[in-house]
């Protein structure tokens, strides 16, 4: 495990410092360049905030492989009178999803009917915000934006945008040669978001699938990524210095993705969602706030890691894993939960699956820690590793 972990998974401090360091600059140019460009503030537009929230395993300590991957969040500033409404109880939507909408208030002023007619659809009869004009909107934008930033940045990078519909833009970067130290093509997916206040943010609910019918336009997801931050800064500081925790993460994705080149569709796509990294990173927050969080220290890697493992193999069998913040109230009181959150309905992420799926996922998890060291020579070698997307 150790020398898996450090051969294929740890990534180096060095690049990817010099990664992030770069991604918010290019980043910080784009978007500074939107804000100017875009329509005047008032209640017929949308425009950016002119910040980004920076979000993700890159960000979180605990991406593997490459630092050629980021997420941030872009928020938009909306005009008044869009009021978050939670829509779990009524059905809508994904299940093991959170999903809210922005349904327009009573007595929406005539003056905002141009913006009601360019980015909102109807929904139970009233006017709602859709994720996917304000989607098409954002790709937009910031393709007309590019140019500027293009030409400012020319001695640095190269950048292009791609753009694949209901998905968010991705910002591709290619260093010049002779500017970074760290020649790496990076992909930055630049998602739009709605601010709810709190530090929460509504996001446009990705497709599930090829195959499964897209969400309503008028239903967002929720974005909860700086109360995530703020509880991996807490866990830091009461864990011991030497903690494995975040490497336990890592080794467990690093198996997952391994354990994934050996199977059959159409159990492997379904083998990546069960134990998607938010499902393996909300477990993993489970186990370490039942502490306690001295059993985490590096030299209790092995068993810290067979007890991720097991824990995760019981949510399976159980078909129940619930969302960390989502009316929970037994997380510890130096996180401060925004009031949203603690009154939200709870949501099981793993009800979107089925029993028979969930228990093969269970099978497999258990096989693939049983038989690790074996997975790792097999599906390590250049045979079966899959070739790595160029941005």
């Known amino acids: 495990l150790e020398s898996f972990y450090a051969r294929q998974l740890r990534l180096s401090p060095h690049v990817l410092g010099h990664s992030k360091a770069h991604v918010g600059r290019v980043v910080a140019e784009l978007v500074r360049a939107a804000k100017a460009q875009?329509?005047?503030?008032?209640?017929?537009?949308?425009?950016?905030?002119?910040?980004?929230?920076?979000?993700g395993s890159a960000y979180e300590q605990h991406k593997v492989r490459s630092p050629d991957c980021f997420d941030i969040l872009v928020p938009l500033r909306l005009p008044p009178h869009l009021q978050p409404?939670?829509?779990?109880?009524?059905g809508l939507?994904?299940?093991?999803?959170?999903?809210?909408?922005?349904?327009?208030?009573?007595?929406?002023?005539?003056?905002?009917?141009?913006?009601?007619?360019?980015?909102?659809?109807?929904?139970?009869?009233?006017?709602?915000?859709?994720?996917?004009?304000v989607l098409r909107w954002f790709q937009g934008h910031l393709q007309r934006c590019l140019g500027a930033v293009r030409y400012r940045l020319q001695e640095r990078c190269r950048i292009s945008l791609?753009?694949?519909?209901?998905?968010?833009?991705t910002l591709h970067i290619l260093p010049c040669s002779d500017y970074v130290c760290c020649h790496i093509s990076m992909?930055?997916?630049?998602?739009?978001?709605?601010?709810?206040?709190?530090?929460?943010?509504l996001t446009a609910l990705p497709p599930e699938g090829p195959q499964a019918s897209p969400a309503p336009e008028a239903l967002w997801g929720l974005n909860a990524s700086r109360q995530e931050q703020r509880l991996l800064s807490w866990l830091k500081e009461?864990?011991?210095?030497?903690?494995?925790?975040?490497?336990?993460?890592?080794?467990?994705?690093?198996?997952?993705?391994?354990?994934?080149q050996g199977l059959e569709e159409p159990f492997c796509s379904q083998?990546?969602?069960?134990?998607?990294?938010?499902?393996l990173k909300t477990a993993l927050f489970s186990l370490l706030l039942q502490g306690p969080l001295e059993a985490w220290d590096e030299r209790f890697l092995v068993e810290r890691l067979e007890d991720l493992v097991l824990y995760l193999r019981d949510c399976l069998r159980k078909q129940v894993l619930m969302h960390l913040f989502l009316g929970n109230s037994s997380l510890p009181e130096a996180v401060a939960l925004p009031r949203f959150l603690k009154e939200a309905a709870p949501v099981n992420l793993l009800a979107a699956f089925d029993g028979p799926t969930l228990d093969l996922a269970a099978f497999q998890l258990i096989n693939t820690w049983f038989q690790a060291p074996h997975v790792i020579r097999m599906y390590s070698s250049p045979r079966y590793l899959r070739p790595v997307p160029t941005p």
């Open 271 to 279: 083998w990546g969602r069960v134990l998607s990294s938010y499902v």
């Open 162 to 169: 791609s753009s694949c519909p209901g998905h968010p833009p």
């Open 238 to 260: 009461q864990a011991p210095a030497s903690s494995c925790h975040l490497k336990c993460l890592q080794i467990l994705k690093g198996l997952r993705d391994l354990r994934g």
């Open 85 to 90: 409404q939670p829509r779990c109880a009524d």
């Open 187 to 201: 992909a930055v997916r630049l998602i739009p978001a709605i601010p709810l206040g709190d530090a929460l943010y």
């Open 93 to 133: 939507g994904p299940r093991g999803a959170f999903v809210c909408s922005l349904r327009a208030r009573a007595g929406w002023p005539r003056r905002y009917r141009p913006f009601a007619e360019g980015f909102c659809v109807e929904l139970q009869g009233r006017s709602h915000l859709s994720s996917g004009l």
């Open 38 to 55: 875009g329509l005047q503030p008032g209640p017929l537009a949308l425009s950016l905030r002119g910040d980004f929230v920076r979000i």
